[in-house]
């Protein structure tokens, strides 16, 4: 290109773009000043190897460094880039044998071409480009090749209207066209690159391995350099240096792989400028040599960025498919599900990571068809290959219930869902599908049913209990209100004894609430005193000492000690922790300080209830003593009606 270097602008890795709702000027100024003494030295540097006798440049960085800072620096750093380069422009061109008009003339030129390049980038790829996929490459050679047919246009104006150049403008905007857009394919993308490893560094080992690859090719393109000119020599480039590229390419970042191109495109600059190597054969015509070189640099810059960016794509792929296996097993873990996919024709079969943990196998050690169906629970294991063995081109779905044996002898219920696919003649190519731990789900079922039937039971035990009260009830009542008055008060007592036993679900209650509510309606700290260890008692013990306390305070209230102010009643009770002993609790309900206890004439229903509730129900045994300072009542209940004791 016959035209005097025009300088431009500096790298920056960190985005200017970022925050500050208004750049502060000295920033600006900064940035553009950096911009015009790289564009500067770059456009120097492309003076230095122009080609004689004709004065043309084989490519011009200085656009790269420009339309490149542009790219990677974002949208405000345009008019300090612009600047810097414009101004570097014409400081270029004022130190050659340009007028002023010429140079304000090539400055606008490539200022404008740096942001129209920019600016397409920015329409269509967004804030942040990185050149990380295929799709970023051609639309930076895109721009790069608009950008450039455009402001060659300006060029060639220049060169017409201020020099009075005698080359056609064809030839004049062939050169501007050529050299700029090489100039943006070469050093743009290690800009852009830089950038993009500022925002996401690369690993340590990635950098060192990058620098390893970049040192490897600089050594090989000097080594190139000197060898012979002889014919098999113009295929040891393409030789050596495709490996190295591949591998920059494979193993890093794009920013290693433009470095890559960069250097291989100053070494053919350099060898075509001083006559060395293929590039330098004096033999071969200038415009031939230069058409040569352009077109290596464009093919190799062009493919070592296609190169790193499938691969970057590759990657990204791969990462993406990574996280999105990681978070279907954790899924799947979360759920209890397991994915699985059996081949017909070869009998293999393969499920998902997690299944080794929910069947309690060795996740190196494959489980095959066979041994899953070893697996399955014998009662189980006919009715699940029935089911497998019922899929058909019409009915290609199943889903069957069953259980496994685990490695740890645990009983488990699967549910298995699957869909087989077949070939033309009907025949079974594979079964994929999901199978659900519902072990959980069993149980709670179980649970529910054995809850129903012992509601069920307990209900009509009640029922009955309810129908005896009553009728002993009536026997023993005079009038129709002391019937109604003593029904509705046990009826109250038994309700206690439920609601306690349904707060604890069913579980147990413990001794300590059970007398404290028996005790509520008419006890006071004065009055009453209980203690003793915490006892849990099952539910058939808790209905009936429930009741057996409540006719012992029923007649306290009426005949004994809690009917006078000055009485008290006592109630301990103590734990034997012995498995030997058949006995494991012993209630002591004493009554002191109220009127003289004889003992009754008549033996009435709730004396009878206290003596003989307990030894019917719990097979245990109550002592009913009714002394002169008061009544006495030593209960004793078996090991087996407790839940624990503390």
Known sequence: MTREPIPRKPERKERLTIADPAWPWINSIGLAMVVGIIYFLAARLSLSLLTKPDGVAVFWPASGVAAGAMISLGHRAKWPVAIGAAAATIAANLLGDRSLAGAVTFALCNAGEAMLAAGLIRRYFGPEFTLHSLRSVLGLLAAAMVSCAISGVGGVAGFKLFHLSPASSASIWQHWFASDALGILTVAPLLIGAAAAARDHPPQNEVLEGALALFAITLTST??????????????????????????????QPVFAAGAAFIIALTIVWTTTFGIGFFGDPDRPIEDRILGAQASILTTSLCTLILAALFAERRRQEAALRESAARLEKALAAGAVMTFEWDARTGLSSR?????????????????????????????????????RSVRPDQPSYSVTFRVIGSDTREMWLEETATAEFDAAGNCLHIKGLTRDITKAKRAEQHQRALVAELDHRVKNVLARVAVVAMYTRERSGTIDEFIQAL???????????????HGSWRGVRLADLVRHQLAACATDAN???????????????????????????????????????GRVSVSWEYRDSEDETIGLTIQWRET?????????????????????????????????????????RIEIPHRQLGYSA
């Not at 309690?360 to 489980?367: F, I, S």
């Open 352 to 388: 998902s990571e997690n299944a080794a943990s929910l069947l309690g196998y060795h996740p190196r050690a494959p489980l095959s068809a066979v041994k899953f169906l070893a697996l399955i629970h014998p009662e189980d294991r006919e009715h699940f290959c029935a089911q497998m």
């Open 223 to 252: 080594l190139v350099i000197f060898l012979p000119r002889v014919p098999f020599v113009n295929v040891v480039p393409i030789v050596v240096l495709f490996p190295l590229l591949l591998w920059l390419a494979a193993r890093c």
């Open 593 to 633: 300080g109220g009127p003289l206890a004889p003992a009754p004439s008549k033996v009435g229903y709730g004396i009878s209830l206290i003596c003989e509730l307990i030894p019917h129900e719990l097979g245990g045994s109550v002592d009913l003593s009714f002394q002169p300072e008061g009544v006495s009542c």
């Open 528 to 566: 009453t005193t209980t203690g003793g260890p915490e006892i849990v008692l099952n539910a058939a013990a808790t209905e009936a000492v429930g009741m057996v306390l409540h006719e012992l305070v029923t007649n306290a209230v009426k005949y004994g000690a809690l009917s006078t102010p000055e």
């Open 488 to 502: 509705d008060s046990r009826i109250q007592s038994m309700a206690v004894a439920h609601e306690l036993l349904s």
